[in-house]
């Protein structure tokens, strides 16, 4: 048996918050069929919760299109006369001790192999900041700069950026929060919580606005 986080925007104030699905059980093994079992058995389990829930599994197992788009990995933005995955400028904007990162040079390479190529390059050095486009954020606030990233991508992409406000409940299958951080379904209820609000253009009009709203 298992439980994942549901992520819900909130409606009177920036953020969200975080319900525990109920238990259900878990299919294991690594077949993309097996990862979607589990997405529909949580999904289930959050309906059990609140029948009404609108969820969305954002993720490339999600069941539906529009949650396959969104992961990290295939969402995309234009920068420097390319199209760059948040996933890939998220993995290359690592600064480690010992001058090694950023690697700016690889924003537009594939998401995985951006991935791997930090992970080598940086074995044996601490992670010490994030750097891109001219500015660099700390390790804390946790999240900032991926959720930053997230919603940069989102108003590249207005019709995705549109199809999550018909939801109202985040999920991602592949997310466990004992030993992750960053999650594109909470950045994606973030997200929503900052159109509710009416705050997403004041948000996202500095980095210093950002990190005041997102530590709300």
Known sequence: MAKRPCYRPLEKYVGYRTVDSAEFKWNPGFAFSQKQKNVVALHDAIHR?????KVLEISSKSLQPLGVSLSAFNLKFPFGGAECSVESVFQASKVFDGGVGPFPELYSEDSRAVRHHV???SAGHRLLAFEF???RWALEPKT???YQLYIKALLANPELA???LEFDAFTD???NPNRQVNCQAAAAAFYVSLCRIGKLDEAMSSREAFLRYHGR
């Open 144 to 146: 900032a700069f991926f």
């Open 119 to 121: 992970q080598e390059a």
């Open 133 to 135: 486009d001219g500015d």
């Open 49 to 53: 919760i609140d029948p009404a829930a």
């Open 173 to 175: 299958i592949e997310f």
């Open 162 to 164: 549109a199809g999550l």
